[in-house]
Every structure is written in C-alpha cells, then in structure tokens.
C-alpha cells in the first residue's frame, strides 16, 4: 500500500541550500576577506542579479515582456542627485525615496503601456524610458544633456573612503538579497500561484477567476520601486550621472534580458545563475571587444533555441534540484 507525500523540497534541494547559505556568508565576510577590486566587482554583480531578478518576475512570471527597464534604473540615478542637492540630506537617505518614487510614477506609465499587448507592449516601454531620458536631458538643474557630478561633500557625509565602500556594499547586499527573498516569499504566497498560473496559460488563469490586471500591477509596481533603488547605488558608486549613462538601454536592459535568458526566464535560480556566467564571460572576453558581444549573442540564441528554460532549465531536468523550491512535489511512500 502507498501514500502520496506533499512537500516543496527533497534532500538535493535542501543540500544546495545549506550551499548558499554559506555562500551568502562568504558575501557578508567579503570586506574582510577580499580586496576593494574585489568587493567593487561584488557590489557590480549583485546590482545585475537584482535587476535580472526583477526583470524575470516581471516577464518571467507576469509575463510583462518590458525592454524599458532602464527607465526605473535611471530615474533612481536621478533622484539620488536631487536628494543630494535640492534636499541636503545624506545620500542613503535616497534608496527609501526613489523606492516610493519609482513606485509612484510607475501607475500612469502601467495606465498607460497595460493598454498594448505583445510586442506593442514591448515597444511602449522602450518608449516610455527613452522620454524619461529626454525629459531629464532637458532639466538644467541636475545637469541638462551634459550630466554632472556628485558633491564631495555629499559623499563625505557618509563616511571615510573604506567607511563609504563597506556601507555601499552592505546596502548593496541587502537590496540584492532582499530582492531575491522577495521574490521567493510571493512566489510561495497566493499571489505566487496566481503569478506562476499566469506565467503557464493566462487564458486559463483568467477563467479560474484570477485577476490578472491587478496581479500584473502589482508585480510591475513592486519591479520599479525596487530597480529605481537599484539605480541609487549604481551612480552612487559612479559618483557621476548623465541622461544617455543613466538610461542606457544596453547596460540596463539588454545585458539583463541576456542574463535571464541564459540562465532561465520563470525560475528564481536562473537569474543567479546566468549573472554569474556573464561575469565569467564578460572577465575573460571583454578584451575581445565586439567579438564578445557576438559570443555573448550568439550564446543566448543557442541558448534559446535548445534549452529554451535556460541552463538551469537542464540541471533541473538532469539532477532534479530546485534551490528556491516554490511549488509542491508528490511522491509516493509505502505506507
């Protein structure tokens, strides 16, 4: 006689996440173990798996295929330099604001971008964020077309200069790990179940009475507030912002649709995972110039055309591993 068991993980999953565990705790322990190159490329990489984490909610799970997101990346540059000047106060001060703002101004761009559908939808977004970068482009006060840069007096508020670097990280750190906690704590909820219905038929979603404008709303509000306050701390370790820098279409977007991509879209390990392998690329290619950018290319469209899920897409198929279980597994016991 056998009984069917209900549970999220198995003992593979449960091996990978004591795994990172330790991991995260290398990344706490990095100031003290790694050299300040080392915690800057850290501090890169964590900003990347934020907005790839938050890019694949979004287009992975709401299925909201935005190319516009540099918008938000932006938009939190700038309101770290308005913090700065208009308002005086400490730079750090700027990641709770520029959460509220992208959040904010994130409703009439979803009024209006929700009203096209596919590849419209797509093309509104890009849209969107191009007149966010003219817009600022023309406002003299924080620098016009030309950008400006942050006051060493602003920067000295925070700290020393190993004070500012280790503060940086940690927030860093934080917003990364937050993002991708986040992510796992709603995929688990309610609203999980509604996002992952919708990410497999959103036709059938909608007959079983899930709201899915309200579910899409909500994932795009949350994607903004969090990528505008990934935007903060991107310029504030550049320390200089100019419109065609800060609303980069390439740094912002299109390198972290190329992440998710690679690593797999609708799972919260293929962020992570496809963040580390453009790191491993981008350090031993970039030397390479164009031609990197073409292996890089050329890998995403293998990528896509054979392992559609993505590479963590075959390492589920091959060793069954799930890192951030989400969803239940059945398994028969004799019983």
């Known amino acids: 006689m056998s009984a069917a068991m209900i549970s999220r993980s198995n003992i593979t999953s449960k091996i990978a996440l004591v795994l990172a565990l330790v991991g995260v705790a290398g990344l706490v322990a990095a100031p003290w173990w ?43 540059g700038y309101v770290l330099f308005s913090v700065v000047l208009f308002l005086g106060i400490s730079p750090l001060w700027a990641l709770p604001i520029a ?34 970068r003219l817009a600022f482009a023309q406002m003299t006060s924080v620098g016009g077309g030309s950008g400006l840069s942050l006051p060493a007096s602003a920067m000295k508020s925070i700290g020393s200069k190993s004070e500012r670097e280790m503060i940086i990280y940690f927030a860093a750190l934080a ?18 179940l509604a996002l992952t219905a919708i990410r497999d038929n959103e036709t059938a979603s909608s007959s079983l009475g899930i709201n899915i404008g309200r579910i899409k709303l909500m994932t795009y509000v949350i994607t903004a507030a969090a990528t505008a306050t990934v935007g903060v701390l991107i310029f504030l370790t550049k320390l200089r912002i100019s419109p065609e820098a800060a609303f980069s279409m390439n740094d912002w977007t299109v390198f972290v649709i190329l992440i ?10 293929g962020p992570i995972l496809g963040t580390i392998l453009y790191f491993l690329l981008r350090e031993y290619l970039a030397d390479l110039g164009a031609i990197y950018l073409l292996i890089l290319g050329l890998l995403s469209i293998v990528i896509m055309l054979w392992a559609p899920k993505g590479i963590w897409g075959l390492v589920v198929k091959r060793f069954d591993l799930s890192l951030f279980p989400v969803g239940y597994r059945i398994r028969q016991r004799d019983g």
């Not at 890019?55 to 932006?74: K, R, T």
């Not at 917003?175 to 609203?191: D, E, F, M, N």
């Not at 998710?260 to 390990?269: D, F, S, Y």
């Open 260 to 269: 998710v991509v690679i690593g797999g879209i609708g799972t919260i390990e």
């Open 175 to 192: 917003v990364c790990l937050g993002a991708v906690v986040v992510i796992y704590l709603l995929l688990r909820s309610r609203v999980g």
């Open 99 to 132: 959460a509220v703002v992208g959040a904010a101004l994130s409703l009439p761009v979803a009024w209006l971008v929700f009203r096209l559908k596919g590849p419209y939808f797509a093309i509104g977004t890009w849209v969107v964020a191009d007149v966010f």
């Open 34 to 76: 790694g050299t300040t190159a080392t915690m800057r490329l850290i501090t890169e990489f964590m900003f990347y798996l934020a907005l790839a984490s938050m890019w694949n909610l979004l287009a992975g799970y709401a299925g909201l295929l935005s190319v516009g997101q540099h918008a938000y990346v932006g938009l939190g």
